[in-house]
T-cell receptor, first 114, second 111 residues
Framework: AQSVTQLGSHVSVSEGALVLLRCNYSSSVPPYLFWYVQYPNQGLQLLLKYTTGATLVKGINGFEAEFKKSETSFHLTKPSAHMSDAAEYFCAVVRSTSYGKLTFGQGTILTVHP | DTGVSQDPRHKITKRGQNVTFRCDPISEHNRLYWYRQTLGQGPEFLTYFQNEAQLEKSRLLSDRFSAERPKGSFSTLEIQRTEQGDSAMYLC?????????FGSGTRLTVV
């Protein structure tokens, strides 16, 4: 079975500051990992994903995440926050051997202050 | 590629009524998923299809919920005898391999 824990249900940063959203996963087989962003009353938009290859993954809007197997982590970062980054972010895991359903974390709401 | 379409976007229904939602996946995607999301929570898996076959159904899904994907194209999710606890956003996604795309969701309010 897979599970995801997102540490911190709310993160608040100032515009221009570093964004760090934490995600730890549990998986019985090698995982594929995803970060999605959700704006109010909208669906989920893919930010980035790790499947194979380079463990540092770059996504849209300046976000990146690093897969660390030894720490079972896939934290999301952005060097400089923008007001438009304010949203809810979800980390998700799926079994790399069979794909199938994504298992999501509880989400982290990012607030950006001017 | 027109993305994943869900209809309706919003539904308000009285408790005890039946509702049906539709999802049109990306045409070349062979898998289709339904999730439920309540306020402040991550999406919760309900069920998924590979082509027309329903491969997995969450144990959390009561008998009032049923999903179909005739001919392996669009899918419908029906909720019978709705309860206030069914109020949520219902998300549909489709995938091919490791590429998952979500629709904008159907927000259900049961009054």
């Amino acid at each position: 079975a897979q599970s995801v824990t997102q540490l911190g249900s709310h993160v608040s940063v100032s515009e221009g500051a570093l964004v760090l959203l934490r995600c730890n996963y549990s998986s019985s087989v090698p995982p594929y990992l995803f970060w999605y962003v959700q704006y109010p009353n909208q669906g989920l938009q893919l930010l980035l994903k790790y499947t194979t290859g380079a463990t540092l993954v770059k996504g849209i809007n300046g976000f990146e995440a690093e897969f660390k197997k030894s720490e079972t982590s896939f934290h999301l970062t952005k060097p400089s926050a923008h007001m438009s980054d304010a949203a809810e972010y979800f980390c998700a895991v799926v079994r790399s051997t069979s794909y199938g359903k994504l298992t999501f974390g509880q989400g982290t709401i990012l607030t950006v202050h001017p | 590629d027109t993305g994943v379409s869900q209809d309706p976007r919003h539904k308000i229904t009285k408790r005890g009524q039946n509702v049906t939602f539709r999802c049109d996946p990306i045409s070349e995607h062979n898998r289709l998923y339904w999730y439920r999301q309540t306020l402040g929570q991550g999406p919760e898996f309900l069920t998924y299809f590979q082509n027309e076959a329903q491969l997995e159904k969450s144990r959390l899904l009561s008998d009032r919920f049923s999903a179909e994907r005739p001919k392996g194209s669009f899918s419908t999710l029906e909720i019978q005898r709705t309860e206030q606890g069914d109020s949520a956003m219902y998300l549909c996604a489709s995938s091919l391999g490791d590429g998952y795309t979500f629709g904008s969701g159907t927000r259900l309010t049961v009054v």
